[in-house]
């Protein structure tokens, strides 16, 4: 299991003309900058054409099953050496890390340095990056990135108090993170039932004893009515908590799903910030039809972008999505926040003005919907329990959770 | 993959329980090329991602049919279980 990763804001590449092996955060801090590795993916098409490595920088990527390499090797070896030439270096990637070494061992024989990424996308998928959005001596906001499947998560501290907003699947990296700044947790927070990763937020208030709360129309499965079976905490509108010096108002955003909230994080020196969860996102919003009802739920998100955020969210309140679609949606310094009053502007997904037109736009956008997404919800509110290996593959994949683009 | 494969000689078997990816593709590609054209290879595996990984490799390699697929409980564990033939 992959540590959280420190910022890597001046990551120097490392030599990866010597390296047989490197491990998931080695490749992101290679992603974050200009590079001329090539990438070989050895795994399925269909694992391939489902999901693949990118970043700011994603580099030229080759694909050729492993079973190549053991049909043919020499023929297999020469491809690769058509793409590699002088010495270019290679990073080798499959599904668990096992047949990417096989085949970068193959590699290295024939004189093309060739590292293996340990653990390959199994691990990739859980490697989290965090990097500090705000750092002021009376509050600190952190991003923690879960960046192969783009799921967003934030951490506020304050005076040494600690709230975590949709925590993602392994919570003791959080809490590991909390430890080190000497901070508690004191709140679980989950903007909605997710669909398309696997919440800690129950586990976590389990393992420290801090409140888990989610509103209480996500604690009911939307396909069988079936009730949560897990302790937490009810969310209202209007809600207020303290952390630290900050205050925390919950903010009821029906659409995505029907108990979806936002926080709205108000800091001393004046600044907010608004965690929208699957509300917006830096470019798009979030689909209405997770739940099944999307001709029904999709005038909801309407009242919602257009009345709710116009009105109760300030407009130079940064907004702290729970998604993103493409690294290109982040700042220079690889944050994922964006002013509202700026949102409104460069957010293609909101130049409506009338909500039929909106509707019909969303309609008309839905991308498919992995038949997984019913069972991570069940998961969510308690109502299934998969062991690791089926976890991981109930999350294998990017998320799937804004409009078509 | 589905079919009846009850009819099926199966002239060896290869045991590769517990190995992960690619030792049991390695491992079947081993024993397949010392068998005879048209004899049939079981292989036995307890890697998931092997069901996947053989329906790729009977594609890719000129020499072996994939004939059949199944999955099988034994002690708790799931098996997936292969049968190739070798065609050439
Ligand atoms: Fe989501």
């Known amino acids: 299991m992959s540590p959280i990763a420190s910022p890597a804001m001046t990551s120097v590449a490392p030599n990866l003309t010597k390296a047989t092996e490197i491990d998931t955060e080695t490749l992101y801090n290679l992603l974050q900058q200009p590079n001329d590795f090539l990438l070989l993916d050895v795994r399925n098409e269909d694992e391939f054409q489902l999901w693949r490595i990118e970043g700011p920088h994603t580099p030229a990527t080759l694909h050729i099953p492993y079973f190549f390499f053991l049909e043919d090797e020499a023929e297999a070896v020469a491809r690769v050496a058509a793409q590699a030439p002088a010495g270019r270096p290679v990073v080798v990637v499959c599904a668990k890390g096992g047949a990417s070494d096989y085949v970068a061992e193959r590699l290295r024989e024939h004189g093309i340095p060739a590292a293996n990424l340990m653990g390959g996308m199994v691990e990739w998928g859980d490697f989290y990056a965090v990097r500090p959005a705000v750092e002021r001596p009376a509050y600190q906001v952190y991003q923690v990135d879960r960046v192969a499947r783009g799921c967003v998560s934030w951490v506020f501290i304050s005076r040494g108090e600690a709230a975590i907003v949709d925590p993602l699947r392994y919570g003791r990296r959080y809490l590991d993170f909390l430890a080190d700044r000497q901070a508690q947790l004191k709140l679980i927070l989950d903007t909605h039932a997710h669909a398309d990763h696997i919440s800690t937020g129950a586990e976590l208030a389990q393992a420290t004893g801090a409140p888990y709360y989610l509103h209480p129309y996500d604690a009911i499965h939307p396909f069988d009515m079936v009730p949560a079976q897990m302790a937490y905490h009810m969310l209202a509108d209007g809600q207020r908590f303290t952390l630290g010096e900050l205050t925390i108002e919950v903010i009821h955003t029906p659409g995505h799903t029907l108990g979806q909230v936002n926080f709205l994080v108000t800091a001393p020196d004046g600044e907010a910030f608004c965690c929208t969860g699957d509300n917006l996102f830096i470019e798009s919003f979030g689909r209405p039809d997770l739940g099944g009802q999307g001709e029904r739920w999709a005038p909801i998100v309407y009242d919602t972008i257009f009345g709710i955020m116009k009105t109760r969210v300030p407009q130079h309140a940064w907004i702290l999505p729970g998604h993103y679609a493409s690294p290109a949606e982040a700042n220079a310094a690889g944050l994922y926040m964006k002013r509202l009053r700026d949102l409104w502007r460069e957010n293609r997904g909101l130049h409506f003005t009338d909500k039929q037109s909106f509707v019909d736009y969303v309609l008309s956008h839905l991308p498919y919907m992995p038949p997984q997404y019913v069972e991570i919800k069940r998961v969510n509110i308690g109502l299934s329990h998969p062991d690791v290996d089926t976890a991981d593959e109930l999350e294998l994949g990017k998320n799937i959770c804004a409009l078509e683009a | ?88």
């Open chain 2, 1 to 88: 993959m589905s079919m009846d494969l009850s009819g099926l000689t199966v002239t060896r078997e290869l045991d590769v329980r517990g190995l992960k990816c690619p030792m049991p593709l390695v491992k079947a590609r081993q024993e397949i090329v010392q068998m005879a054209v048209g004899d049939v290879l079981k292989v036995i595996s307890t890697d998931r991602g092997s069901v996947k990984d053989f329906q790729g490799w009977a594609k890719a390699a000129n020499n072996v049919e994939l004939i059949g697929q199944s999955e099988s409980t034994a002690d708790g564990k799931t098996l997936y279980i292969h049968f190739v033939r070798r065609i050439r």
